[in-house]
């Protein structure tokens, strides 16, 4: 890697996820707002999710071995060209076919994006952990700088999905996609500098998966209630919950609240990237130690509890969707979402920062397993608690696995 520039490598790792997550943002909208108007129920929505996060767990045990025999720079392309792939299959979906036949087919394809997500991110953020200067504060900043990016990034997609269904529909909507992503995966191949940290020695066999190291294990299990916290609500409850509050059932009702919800799930994610970005100036700017940063890490996981048990008590009191709840609740999404940015800052430095360089494929890999298992019990419960307690037990349901994210944090000050 001598003959590597590293700020042009990260600069070009950088390019490509956000290519990436703008397409993953997007195709998550398109395919929750389409099959909403389908009349698909809470429970089914989140059916359609559920094999891209169980994809997202299998692929991150894998993921790092695969990296580390064949190098980022091929998990990086493969993960582009999955996702290429998957948007081309959705594109086939028939309106004429069955429910069960037409959640059977989105599930797979969900699957496949799922593995193509994981690829590229564990590709980009073990790109970082070797490429970032080592005194400082360069990790934590070059970690935050791309995570905060690429969800503002993300957030952006979402906007852009909600609008493509309204303007163009769900087939124009998903080759447009294909199409401009295939352009960026060759530029990706063609302007990627030579030199990106390739295939790494490492003496743990395939069993090695989980890290030898109590820190890194204790901090996935942190992150995986971190992001079921978020999913919760996330993912189900509050999108149906608003297209229900903002659509008066007209069809052009829908393609309005199309971009009313569109808007605030871009909005959300927008400004949770940018407090992501700036998460090292907001805990201090200065260069910390690696106690510092954990005890920083169970300060903030602690702050977040109490806010979805707040708007928990604000909606069951609201008895029914009223404007004064509505608002309350986007105020609160977005208090949730600054505390929730710190917290996954934090964690995605400490990962880093934990993970010993000779593995850190491996350890990225684990610890973005249990964030997709995060994902997958949040999206299954989003659904669930949603059909079955309204939006109040969506947020009881976050609230308690904030709780348990704080809980497994607090264990980082025993290591």
């Known amino acids: 890697m001598t003959d590597l520039n590293p700020l042009r490598a990260y600069a070009s790792v950088t390019a490509a996820y956000w290519a990436f997550m703008l397409s993953d943002g ?12 389908l009349g698909f129920s809470p429970v089914q929505l989140a ?6 996060e169980v994809a997202g767990i299998a692929t991150n ?21 999955l996702q290429i792939a998957a948007l081309v299959a959705l594109a086939q979906l028939d309106p004429g076919w069955s429910v069960v036949a037409s959640v059977a087919f989105v599930m797979a394809v969900q699957g496949m994006s799922g593995v193509a997500k994981d690829l590229a991110k564990m590709s980009s953020k073990s790109a970082v952990k070797l490429l970032a200067p080592a005194t400082d504060g360069g990790l934590f900043r070059w ?9 503002a990034v993300k957030g952006f997609g979402f906007f852009i999905g909600a609008a493509l269904l309204g303007l163009a529909g769900f087939h124009a909507a998903v080759w447009g996609m294909a199409t401009v992503l295939a352009i960026i995966l060759t530029a990706v191949v063609l302007f990627l500098p030579a030199g990106l940290p390739g295939r790494m020695k490492s003496e743990d066999g395939w069993g090695g998966w989980r890290s030898k190291d109590a820190r ?3 901090l996935s299990l942190a992150r995986m209630f971190l992001f079921g916290a978020r999913d919760v609500w996330f993912v189900v409850g509050i999108p149906i919950y608003f297209q229900a509050v903002l659509s008066d059932g007209t069809s052009e009702g829908r393609r309005e609240a199309f971009f009313l919800v569109g808007g605030f799930m871009a909005v959300w994610i ?5 407090v992501q970005a700036f998460a090292p100036r907001i805990l201090g700017g200065k260069a910390q130690s690696e106690a510092q940063t954990t005890a920083k890490a169970i300060f903030w996981s602690g702050l977040l509890v109490p806010i979805p048990f707040a708007l928990a008590a604000l909606a069951y009191v609201a008895g029914e969707p009223a404007p004064w709840l509505t608002a309350t609740l986007i105020l609160g999404l977005l208090a949730f979402g600054f505390v929730f940015a710190i917290n996954s800052a934090v ?6 920062a934990f993970g010993a360089a000779e593995r850190i494929t491996r350890d990225v890999g684990f610890y ?18 949603y059909q079955i307690g309204g939006l109040t037990l969506c947020l009881v349901t976050a609230g308690v696995m904030a709780g348990a994210s704080w809980l497994a944090a607090r264990r980082l000050r025993q290591m």
């Open 216 to 218: 890194v294990n204790r």
């Open 368 to 385: 973005y397993m249990a964030n997709a298992a995060g994902r997958l019990i949040g999206t299954l419960l989003s659904g669930l608690s």
């Open 61 to 81: 045990l894998c993921a790092g071995w695969l990296a580390a025999r064949f190098g980022l720079a091929a998990t990086l392309y493969a993960g582009l060209a």
């Open 26 to 37: 997007a195709l998550r909208m398109l395919v929750l707002l389409h099959f909403n108007a």
């Open 47 to 52: 059916w359609l999710f559920l094999l891209y």
């Open 143 to 151: 970690v935050a700088a791309l995570t905060g990016s690429k969800n």
């Open 347 to 352: 964690h995605s430095y400490l990962i880093l």
């Open 270 to 274: 927008i400004a949770y990237g940018a």
